[in-house]
Nanobody, 122 residues
Framework: VQLQASGGGLVQPGGSLRLSCAAL????????MKWYRQAPGLSRELVAG???????NYADFVKGRFTVPRDNAKKTVYLQMNSLKPEDTAVYYC?????????????????WGRGTLVTVSS
């Protein structure tokens, strides 16, 4: 099981980007999916999360600018980022609580994707 993130790049202030994170492998169910980010010299912080049923929470610094749609059939979560600011520059990571079948037992494990760099600069 792995999370495959993509979509980062360079964008001008005020622009938009959409990140994708697809879960691959033998998966029984995916529970909460989240996006984190880590700017240079700072700690990793939560950006947004969405449960399997669609309940969403956003960090205050992205409310009204970012959305986190999810496609359960595709096992994919997105991060739609609008009105980007230079301070949004960071490596963005996806995270998911994934239920896998181990023998006859269902086990929930947290998985992280490789980060994707978002640079907001003119």
């Amino acid at each position: 099981v792995q999370l495959q993130a993509s979509g980062g790049g360079l964008v001008q202030p005020g622009g938009s980007l959409r990140l994708s994170c697809a879960a691959l492998g033998s998966i029984f169910r995916i529970n909460t999916m989240k996006w984190y980010r880590q700017a240079p010299g700072l700690s990793r912080e939560l950006v947004a999360g969405i449960t399997r049923n669609g309940s969403i929470n956003y960090a205050d610094f992205v409310k009204g600018r970012f959305t986190v749609p999810r496609d359960n059939a595709k096992k994919t979560v997105y991060l739609q980022m609008n009105s980007l600011k230079p301070e949004d520059t960071a490596v963005y990571y996806c995270n998911a609580d994934i239920v896998v079948l181990r023998g006859t037992e269902l086990r929930t494990q947290a998985y992280w994707g490789r980060g994707t760099l978002v640079t907001v600069s003119s």
